[in-house]
């Protein structure tokens, strides 16, 4: 099914230790090498999720050997974890929770990646934007989440929507 051509990306996949004991994290870790390997056999994105497990999913993909598109959905790491996935040319994928007061390293890492890097979110149901934090989210708030990003990255709202489209593009391809 992977192979199929309507099937852009493979994930989400990752890696989630949230509540997870460490038997269960190494079924995690198993599950999420199959998943690489399986979107490098295909030659498509691999979409991750990482909540709390940062260095375990960085270190899997060294060990593993990343495919030539990842992107980690929901972005949650700091400055440092940004400039390591630049260095590696990852695509980071930024969600409402860039908006909110008390995550300024989402800003810090959303201004140090590079513009052919970024992504933005819309699907992340319980991150949403200010200043409706605390409703569902949809795809209708993504305009919150991009003026911010914008505002962070000192660049107009067009400007920076226009990159995130060519962005869309290499990763997941022309949709028709």
Known sequence: MAAHPRVCAIGETGLDFFRTAPE???KQIYSFKRHIQISKDVNKALMIHDRDAHRAVLDTLDEVGAPEK?????????ADMARECAT???????AGTVTFKNAPHLRE???????????????????????????LNTPAQIPNTLRVMAEVRAMSLDELCQVIVENTIRVYGEFH
């Open 88 to 94: 590696k040319g990852f695509y980071l994928s930024f």
């Open 70 to 78: 990842v992107v980690f959905h929901c972005y949650s790491g700091d």
């Open 24 to 26: 269960g994290q190494e």
């Open 109 to 135: 890492a959303l201004a140090l990646t590079p513009l052919n890097r970024i992504l933005v979110e819309t699907d992340s149901p319980f991150l949403t934007p200010m200043p409706n934090r605390g409703l």
